[in-house]
Every structure is written in structure tokens, then in C-alpha cells.
Nanobody
Framework: QVQLVESGGGSVQAGESLRLSCTAS????????MGWFRQAPGKEREGVAA????????FYADSVKGRFTISQVDANNTVYLQMHSLEPADTAMYYC????????????????WGQGTQVTVSS
């Protein structure tokens, strides 16, 4: 059984930074990709960034390229999402996910999900 626990969310002003953390306990052969998704009220969950766990290759949504960086630390099974230059449009619940991630943006490609951490950016 895999459990994902996120932390690091909060309320910030536009232009500020936050770093989200996701720590995985347990292991599954299907954990080929770790991703960060977000969901704002009334909107669908969308992929923000993902990283292939074996190669370290990363992917980003166009809306966050150049501002967000995903990274992993294998030693403690933790994935980070460093977020700079935050905008009000980044306000959402952020979820960590693990799974095959064949299509890194697809929610259905992930088998395990964290409980989410709220990010609120005010102007």
C-alpha cells in the first residue's frame, strides 16, 4: 500500500514563492511517475508537473513553465514542487500523485493520491 502525504501549502501574495513536498511511504511497481495536479473550485483537476522516477525527466504545463520546478530525492522518497512568481490563477488545491503516468497529464494514469494541500495566492 502506498500513501502520499503533501505539505507546504499556504497563503501568499502574488509574486511570492512556495515549496510543496510529497513523501511516499510504501512502494509499488507502478510508481513510474510522480506528478503534481491542482484543482480550483468549479474546475477540473489538471496536471501541473510530473517527473519520471527512474530517469528524472520532467514535464510541465505551459501555464507554469519557467516558474515551477519539480524534483525528487530518492533517499527519502520525496518529490518537491518549487513554485516561484505565484499568481492568483495558481490558487487551487494541489495534489501529489504516483502511478504509471504514461500520459503524465491524465488523472487516470495515476493509482495513488495524496489528500491535497491548499495554495492561495492573493493579488
Amino acid at each position: 500500500q502506498v500513501q502520499l502525504v503533501e505539505s507546504g501549502g499556504g497563503s501568499v501574495q502574488a509574486g511570492e514563492s512556495l515549496r510543496l513536498s510529497c513523501t511516499a511511504s510504501g512502494w509499488s511497481y507502478s510508481m513510474k511517475c510522480m506528478g503534481w495536479f491542482r484543482q480550483a473550485p468549479g474546475k477540473e483537476r489538471e496536471g501541473v508537473a510530473a517527473i519520471r522516477t527512474s530517469s528524472g525527466v520532467s514535464f510541465y504545463a505551459d501555464s507554469v513553465k519557467g516558474r515551477f520546478t519539480i524534483s525528487q530525492v530518492d533517499a527519502n522518497n520525496t518529490v518537491y514542487l518549487q513554485m516561484h512568481s505565484l499568481e492568483p490563477a495558481d490558487t487551487a488545491m494541489y495534489y501529489c500523485a504516483a502511478g504509471l503516468g504514461t500520459n503524465w497529464r491524465e488523472v487516470d494514469d495515476y493509482s495513488f493520491w495524496g489528500q491535497g494541500t491548499q495554495v492561495t495566492v492573493s493579488s
